[in-house]
T-cell receptor
Framework: DAGVTQSPTHLIKTRGQQVTLRCSPK?????VSWYQQALGQGPQFIFQ???????QRGNFPDRFSGHQFPNYSSELNVNALLLGDSALYLC????????????????FGPGTRLTVT | DQQVKQNSPSLSVQEGRISILNCDYT??????FLWYKKYPAEGPTFLIS?????DKNEDGRFTVFLNKSAKHLSLHIVPSQPGDSAVYFC????????????FGKGTKLTVNP
């Protein structure tokens, strides 16, 4: 049973560029959440996708956008990269909304380390 | 405005002894709490959770205690093992766990052989 997978593992971009990160949820999960973890901090919630729609959003600018596909996988896009966007980007999956077996625990992938120079 | 606080950045214990990690929260809407363990260069690994309708949940060597009146929870690890050395994050959610997770800054646990 595959857990949450993310790609790429590492990424180096230049300020002003755009980046796309990808996530496949754990089998049986239909909800994907994205988090940003800066050095020495806990993960910060960016947004959550369910049924291909953004359901919740954290305090991040519109430069951060996402998408969920019919197979429940998801993308995180960041435009006009800033040096401060350098962080570990984590994807988490869960199944909190439907079905007889709800899974509220969010399971995390290994993350994508983004460095903006 | 930090809604979930882990006031101890680090904790060091001897192998075989008890490790107690603490967490405080301020938002009374939180009703689901989780602990995660994180090794360097890996994503957080789910350890144990507790709903606000309970005051204790146990899973093997890990026990989480919730004191709603004090808005405080703790994670007990007994006995501690060197492999438990990692950063531990406390997280909270509202609406039974379907809402976003709000994390503390983490506590680095070191278990000495």
């Amino acid at each position: 049973d595959a857990g949450v997978t993310q790609s790429p593992t590492h990424l180096i971009k230049t300020r002003g560029q755009q980046v796309t990160l990808r996530c496949s949820p754990k089998s049986g999960h239909d909800t994907v959440s994205w988090y940003q973890q800066a050095l020495g901090q806990g993960p910060q919630f960016i947004f959550q996708y369910y049924e291909e729609e953004e359901r919740q959003r954290g305090n991040f600018p519109d430069r951060f956008s996402g998408h969920q596909f019919p197979n429940y996988s998801s993308e995180l896009n960041v435009n006009a990269l800033l040096l401060g966007d350098s962080a570990l980007y984590l994807c988490a999956s869960s199944n909190p909304y439907r079905g007889s077996f709800k899974d509220y625990e969010q399971y995390f992938g290994p993350g994508t380390r983004l460095t903006v120079t | 405005d930090q809604q979930v606080k882990q006031n101890s950045p680090s904790l060091s214990v001897q192998e075989g002894r008890i490790s107690i990690l603490n967490c405080d929260y301020t938002n009374s809407m939180f009703d689901y709490f989780l602990w995660y363990k994180k090794y360097p260069a890996e994503g957080p690994t789910f350890l144990i959770s507790i709903s606000s309708i309970k005051d204790k949940n146990e899973d093997g060597r890990f026990t989480v205690f919730l004191n709603k009146s004090a808005k405080h929870l703790s994670l007990h690890i007994v006995p501690s093992q060197p492999g438990d050395s990692a950063v531990y994050f406390c997280a909270a959610s509202a609406k039974g766990g379907s809402e976003k997770l709000v994390f503390g800054k983490g506590t680095k646990l070191t278990v000495n052989p």
